[in-house]
């Protein structure tokens, strides 16, 4: 079992950043790719960015030249650097990793961007 525990979320205005973490605990000398989703009220999840293990990432449009995801030294730990956020990106945003096949997530910290 992979234990994902998010932190970083808040309200912030239109313009603004937030940097969002997120630590994986348990067996995690498995884990290959992690990353990030979201869903809006009302809305499906939706990827935002992932990571590999060799540093290569993928991002949404939506988010592409805004949002930087990195990984720690040691490996079981994400990071999601959010700038010029707007207010449709208002959502939970959920932490994603990768394990032996099998999907792990954790459960979820806010994001409220004000106009």
């Known amino acids: 079992q992979v234990h994902l525990a998010e932190s970083g979320g808040g309200l912030v205005q239109a313009g603004g950043s937030l940097r969002l973490s997120c630590v994986a605990s348990?067996?995690?000398?498995?884990?290959?790719?992690m990353g990030w989703y979201r869903q809006a009220p009302g809305k499906q999840r939706e990827l935002v960015a992932l990571?590999?293990?060799?540093?290569?990432?993928n991002y949404a449009d939506s988010v592409k030249g805004r949002f930087t995801i990195s990984r720690g030294n040691a490996k079981n730990t994400v990071f999601l650097q959010m700038n010029s956020l707007k207010p449709e990106d208002t959502a939970a945003y959920l932490c994603?990793?990768?394990?032996?096949?099998?999907?792990?997530w954790g459960q979820g910290t806010q994001v409220i961007v004000s106009s």
């Open positions: 990571v590999s293990t060799d540093g290569g990432t």
């Open positions: 348990g067996i995690i000398f498995g884990i290959k790719t």
């Open positions: 994603n990793a990768e394990s032996f096949g099998r999907a792990f």
